[in-house]
């Protein structure tokens, strides 16, 4: 079973930043594809980022050009850099990781943008 934890949720403004990152058990984590997807209250989980195990990133429309997903094999942790939040930004932040038919999740970490 993969083990994913993620940490950095919190409480920012408009326009702040805030860097979540994700720690996964595995020594094999470079070859798991890796996301971060959120969910806000009553909708649906959505993709926010994703990287590949060879570095490919994708973003959802939303968050081009203000988040940045990152990887750091070394660590086995993989990372969302969140710039100009948003209020609709506020949800809880999931980790996920792929690999063949593994499809794992982390507990989350809220994310809430006010003033």
């Known amino acids: 079973q993969v083990q994913l934890v993620e940490s950095g949720g919190g409480l920012a403004q408009p326009g702040g930043s805030l860097r979540l990152s994700c720690v996964v058990s595995?020594?094999?984590?470079?070859?798991?594809?890796m996301g971060w997807y959120r969910q806000a209250p009553g909708k649906q989980r959505e993709l926010v980022a994703s990287?590949?195990?060879?570095?490919?990133?994708n973003y959802a429309d939303s968050v081009k050009g203000r988040f940045s997903i990152s990887r750091d094999n070394a660590k086995n942790t993989m990372y969302l850099q969140m710039n100009s939040l948003k209020p609709e930004d506020t949800a809880s932040y999931y980790c996920?990781?792929?690999?063949?038919?593994?499809?794992?999740w982390g507990q989350g970490t809220q994310v809430t943008v006010s003033s």
């Open positions: 996920n990781a792929k690999r063949l038919w593994i499809d794992s």
């Open positions: 595995e020594s094999i984590f470079t070859r798991y594809d």
């Open positions: 990287i590949t195990s060879d570095g490919r990133t």
